[in-house]
């Protein structure tokens, strides 16, 4: 009796944590698809393009130099491995000193790189994007170590500041005066940094930043853990990425401009999945492998569902949803986006079982996965891109995504033994469980 009573406790727990990350996600989602609507209806797809692109490179450097540190900081917190105060210290130093340093190398290799991408179009762009790169560093450890703690109020806090004042000073700009490349890229830049602020003013508060050091053995540790992750991280970000890239590289910024909205839109769908995911890898972390055998399977049985009910919405109503929104120039984004869906419902299949992986302490699957998935997407892009445009690239991310979720379906059914079905069709008796969760919710309260 007591056993079932801290399941359904654990699985209360879980679900107020999901909610709460799924909230912000919504917000998230109409906050950022409102300001990128400004976004592209002012700058066009030329003008949404080459900022695409170049908060793409930025984002691609920062995501490259974090080593994996903030998922080692999520791993050992649920461990209790190490105190809070050398974990926060250690993540800020790194941010701070060698982000910076990257930034700084990084500003004297524009000019060799820029040309390919921007062509004709002033490169000046990347030397106002640099403070993107430690900002980003800094805002991605404060976030993970909230998460790490499951402090949600206070992660919901940061994430949807910075936000609100990217949308809000996008919106004093676009009414008040003129909307421009520069100015979209110092809103970006202003709400990072006021939502850095807020999270250090949390840190300060909770005591858990008091001075910034390195402790070697932590650093050690962190990059040993990390790494196995980060490889992943690295491959599956530039799954969602490289292709802006090499569309850029093979046919012109506007073509960038009308991918970037297919991806902005399809993307929405991994609101459901993500706030799944980034919940279940603490939660994994720190429980035994006979509970996570149990809850797992529920989850993403659950994702499954509801993801594949999104995707066929989302189907149906893309050639309204797009030219009513982002207007019509933006029409050849509809078909790129419907060839990207169903790579994107499987996709929502490897970001819950992936983090489960994770938390039970093989990052590495993740990375091998990520690197199958990339190889294919670089081919099948080379290949498809120069026929078929935008289009090709649709089908060579959807084939990508595929091809990683069953590498992640067979390894999960390896370590854990669960079978298929288990795992991905909907039960019945499912519906009890969630009952169960309200009651026990309402009880509660």
């Known amino acids: ?126 030397y106002l994007a640099l403070p993107i790169i430690p900002l980003l560093l800094i805002f991605e450890n404060i976030y993970y170590i909230l998460l790490g703690f499951r402090e949600m109020f206070r992660l919901a806090v940061v994430s949807l500041i910075r936000l609100f004042f990217y949308f809000a000073t996008v919106a004093f700009f676009y009414y008040f005066s003129k909307l421009s490349i520069y100015r979209v890229l110092v809103a970006y830049i202003l709400g990072l940094t006021i939502s850095i602020g807020v999270g250090i003013y949390f840190f300060l508060r909770s005591g858990y930043l008091s001075r910034l050091l390195v402790n070697k053995k932590i650093f050690t540790d962190s990059l040993k853990f990390g790494f196995k992750q980060h490889l992943g991280t690295i491959f599956q970000f530039l ?78 109503v893309a050639r309204i949803v797009i030219p009513g929104l982002f207007t019509a120039r933006f029409l050849p984004s509809v078909m790129a986006l419907r060839l990207l869906l169903p790579g994107i419902f499987f996709l929502s299949i490897s ?49 990508a995504y595929m091809i990683h979720s069953f590498t992640i379906l067979y390894l999960f059914k390896k370590i854990s033994g669960v079978r298929l079905y288990e795992i991905l069709i909907f039960k019945i008796q499912d519906m009890e469980v969630y009952k169960r969760i309200l009651c026990l919710s309402s009880h509660k309260n």
């Open 1 to 126: 009796m007591e056993d079932r009573r801290n399941e359904f406790n654990y699985q209360l727990s879980f679900s107020k944590d999901v909610s709460i990350n799924f909230i912000v996600r919504f917000l998230t989602f109409v906050i950022v698809s409102i300001t990128s609507i400004i976004i592209a209806r002012v700058l066009g797809p030329k003008g949404k393009g080459i900022y695409s692109l170049v908060i793409t490179v930025s984002t691609i450097v920062a995501t490259l130099i974090s080593m994996g540190i903030n998922f080692s900081n999520i791993y050992f917190i649920g461990k209790k491995r190490y105190a809070i105060e050398l974990i926060v210290s250690n993540a800020f130093f790194y941010s701070i000193f060698f982000g910076g340093g990257i930034a700084l190398i990084f500003s004297f290799l524009v000019p060799f790189f820029a040309p390919y991408f921007l062509k004709n179009t002033t490169y000046t762009y990347f």
């Open 239 to 316: 799954n969602y990425r490289l292709d802006l890239l090499i569309i850029a590289a093979l046919l012109s910024p506007s073509q960038v401009g009308l991918y970037s909205v297919a991806v902005l839109v399809g993307e929405t769908i991994w609101y459901i999945s993500s706030s799944i995911g980034q919940i279940l890898y603490p939660k994994t972390a720190s429980s035994d492998k006979e509970s996570a055998n149990r809850f797992t399977p529920l989850v993403c049985r659950s994702n499954v569902l509801l993801t594949l009910v999104a995707v066929l919405i989302l189907y149906s």
């Open 351 to 399: 970001k819950v079982l992936g983090s489960d992986l994770v938390g039970r302490g093989f990052p590495h699957y993740n990375s091998f996965a990520s690197f199958v998935s990339l190889v294919v997407t670089i081919i099948l892009d080379f290949l498809l891109i120069p026929r078929f445009g935008i289009n090709g690239a649709s089908v060579a991310t959807s084939i």
